[in-house]
């Protein structure tokens, strides 16, 4: 039996997605902080999971929460080197969506809703 090294793909039923830039965009586009937690309620209350995406104000790393459903005002850079806490309800935040039993053509859809 052989073994790739290549990690394998996810199963075709978990649909991972994220919209952080467009190309050449430099910065990514957080979405406010009053708006993101509706939307965040939302998918949460439809049985998908929402990881929280922010950029930390003293180095600029761009984070994603470790566990899903999760955000609070106060999100911490976890790297030792750095450690800062971000007020998120003042620089917005992004997320990855993870969601089940979707092909990318009902979740696009379904994410339009979002979109303005
Ligand atoms: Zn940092």
């Known amino acids: 039996m ?3 090294n290549k990690k394998d793909p996810p199963p075709p039923n978990i649909l991972i997605l994220q919209k952080d830039r467009s190309p050449g965009q430099e910065k990514p586009t957080d979405i406010p902080w ?3 937690l509706q939307m965040m309620n939302q998918w949460i209350k439809e049985g998908h999971e929402v990881y929280v995406k922010w950029t930390c104000l003293k180095c600029g790393s761009r ?3 470790e566990k899903p459903n999760q955000v609070s005002i106060l999100m911490k850079h976890d790297e030792p080197e750095c450690g800062h806490i971000t007020n998120v309800a003042d620089t917005g935040i992004g997320f990855m969506l993870v969601m089940r039993n979707q ?3 009902s ?3 379904y994410l ?3 979109s303005k």
């Open 2 to 4: 052989t073994r790739s």
């Open 34 to 36: 009053t708006q993101a």
């Open 63 to 65: 984070l994603t929460a």
């Open 103 to 105: 092909t990318l053509e």
């Open 107 to 109: 979740a696009q859809k």
């Open 112 to 114: 339009q809703r979002y």
